[in-house]
């Protein structure tokens, strides 16, 4: 249970700057591509976006291949199940919340109807 | 289900309607005494709220859920447009999530839409609740049909 809390973690921390999340829709549907491809759109240094696709890696969001010098890079489905399923938890939390809500909701107004 | 359900790489939206007009729906978020009555998981027995109802105003729901004790649901209100939008932030011990709620009058209904950005890794309702996993695996089919919600 520790390790998936801290693999989820690591997936949020990955997902919270959002050159990586566009990292991830530049992979979205394209299967592999490599690292200098990736980068080209990018007004940042190619250090910076070796830094970045690191941080993906650990969490899980993508996979590298290395073929000599040339890294190609993919979408790990891993990482991006287990963060799913997390946000499901908490969508699971609202939801039950919000259904109580309706029931009170229902009541004060049954409440408020003349007899 | 009854809720809409989106979710994004950082992102949960939920959206549903309820049968109760505007100011009613606002009330149940802005009154302690409301909200503490529909607040927290099916594990919660008791909840108290003191709220500072105001931007820059602080809150504390103080929840009792069987099987794990008492926690302390924190935060900060950011912004307050009555009827129509609240937002605030909130610590869940360690990490801070942001969530806005926004209300759309729809005559006796109301549609109410949740944006949380932000996951603590330690929901203690889902932690508490590990034998109903059944509601959790509806919602993982249902997320996973459904589209991602695009980041700007």
Same mark, same amino acid.
């Given at each position: 249970?520790?390790d998936?809390?801290?693999a989820?973690?690591?997936?949020?921390?990955?997902?919270?700057?959002?050159?990586?999340?566009?990292?991830?829709?530049?992979?979205?549907?394209h299967?592999?591509?490599?690292?200098?491809?990736?980068?080209?759109?990018?007004?940042?240094t190619?250090?910076?976006?070796?830094r970045?696709l690191?941080?993906?890696?650990?969490?899980?969001? +993508?996979?590298?291949?290395?073929?000599?010098?040339t890294?190609f +890079?993919?979408?790990?489905?891993?990482?991006?199940?287990s963060?799913?399923?997390? +946000?499901?938890?908490?969508?699971?939390?609202?939801?039950?919340q919000?259904?109580?809500?309706d029931?009170?909701?229902?009541?004060a107004?049954?409440?408020?109807?003349?007899? | 289900?009854?809720?809409?359900?989106?979710v994004?790489?950082n992102?949960?939206q *939920?959206t549903? *309607?309820?049968?109760?007009?505007?100011?009613?729906v606002?009330?149940?978020?802005?009154d302690?005494?409301?909200l503490?009555?529909?607040?927290g998981?099916?594990n919660?027995?008791?909840?108290?709220?003191s709220m500072d109802?105001?931007?820059?105003?602080?809150f504390?729901?103080?929840?009792? *859920?069987?099987?794990?004790?008492?926690?302390?649901?924190?935060?900060?209100?950011d912004?307050i447009?009555?009827?129509?939008?609240i937002?605030?932030?909130a610590?869940?011990?360690?990490? *801070?999530?942001?969530v806005?709620v926004?209300?759309?009058?729809?005559?006796?209904?109301?549609?109410m839409v949740?944006?949380?950005?932000?996951?603590?890794?330690?929901?203690i309702?889902?932690?508490? /609740?590990q034998?109903t996993?059944? /509601?959790?695996?509806?919602?993982?089919?249902?997320?996973?049909s459904?589209?991602?919600?695009s980041?700007?």
């Amino acid at each position: 249970m520790l390790d998936k809390r801290k693999a989820v973690t690591a997936v949020f921390a990955a997902l919270a700057d959002p050159t990586r999340r566009r990292i991830l829709e530049r992979l979205a549907g394209h299967g592999e591509r490599r690292v200098t491809e990736l980068a080209r759109p990018f007004r940042i240094t190619l250090p910076a976006i070796s830094r970045h696709l690191r941080v993906l890696e650990h969490a899980r969001l +993508i996979r590298r291949r290395r073929r000599g010098r040339t890294h190609f +890079i993919r979408v790990n489905a891993v990482g991006m199940t287990s963060a799913q399923k997390w +946000i499901s938890h908490y969508a699971a939390f609202w939801e039950s919340q919000f259904d109580e809500l309706d029931n009170l909701l229902e009541l004060a107004q049954q409440k408020k109807k003349p007899n | 289900m009854k809720s809409e359900v989106k979710v994004g790489d950082n992102r949960l939206q *939920i959206t549903r *309607i309820f049968n109760a007009p505007r100011p009613l729906v606002f009330a149940f978020w802005k009154d302690p005494e409301r909200l503490q009555q529909w607040w927290g998981c099916k594990n919660t027995t008791k909840v108290d709220c003191s709220m500072d109802f105001r931007v820059g105003g602080s809150f504390t729901f103080v929840m009792q *859920i069987t099987g794990a004790g008492e926690f302390s649901y924190k935060g900060q209100y950011d912004e307050i447009i009555e009827p129509e939008k609240i937002a605030y932030h909130a610590d869940m011990g360690g990490a *801070i999530t942001d969530v806005v709620v926004e209300f759309f009058d729809q005559g006796a209904q109301t549609k109410m839409v949740l944006n949380q950005v932000g996951f603590p890794a330690q929901n203690i309702c889902q932690m508490v /609740s590990q034998g109903t996993t059944e /509601s959790f695996d509806k919602l993982d089919s249902l997320v996973s049909s459904q589209a991602l919600v695009s980041q700007a």
